[in-house]
């Protein structure tokens, strides 16, 4: 059963996913988010593909997918820095809510965006 302690850290965090061409631009945005402290870990996911509608046509790409882990109050940051490093025009910046998790993990990811 969650503890108050876990619910409250868990509504604090949120996973952001962030779509790549290559996983050295995925490794250089996650890098810095962590050494910026705009996130706690940052996960590089190889071999995802990609079929999306661009400037009217139907594309399909090889990407890399980075998980980042974070808090809620370090979005708007961590967004501006992403798009500062990404190559894309419109890079895909999705916040998901978490719900639970280990709350000693949870508690590391607010400390260590904190």
């Known amino acids: 059963m969650p503890?108050?302690?876990s619910?409250?850290?868990?509504?604090?965090?949120?996973?952001?996913?962030?779509?790549?061409?290559?996983?050295q631009v995925?490794?250089?945005?996650?890098?810095?988010?962590?050494?910026e402290h705009l996130a706690a870990c940052a996960n590089v996911v190889p071999?995802?593909?990609s079929i999306y509608?661009?400037?009217?046509?139907?594309?399909?790409?090889?990407e890399v997918l980075l998980l980042v882990k974070t808090r809620r109050a370090r979005l708007a940051a961590l967004a501006r820095r992403i798009r500062s490093l990404h190559?894309?025009?419109?890079?895909?910046?999705?916040?998901?809510?978490?719900s639970g998790g280990s709350s000693a993990y949870l508690a590391w990811v607010?400390?260590?965006?904190a």
């Open 87 to 98: 190559p894309y025009t419109l890079p895909a910046i999705i916040a998901l809510p978490v």
């Open 53 to 62: 509608r661009w400037e009217g046509k139907v594309c399909r790409d090889r």
């Open 7 to 23: 619910r409250s850290h868990a509504s604090q965090v949120r996973i952001v996913l962030v779509t790549c061409p290559k996983r």
């Open 110 to 113: 607010v400390a260590s965006t």
């Open 47 to 49: 071999g995802l593909t």
């Open 26 to 35: 995925a490794e250089t945005i996650g890098g810095a988010l962590v050494e």
């Open 3 to 5: 503890t108050a302690s």
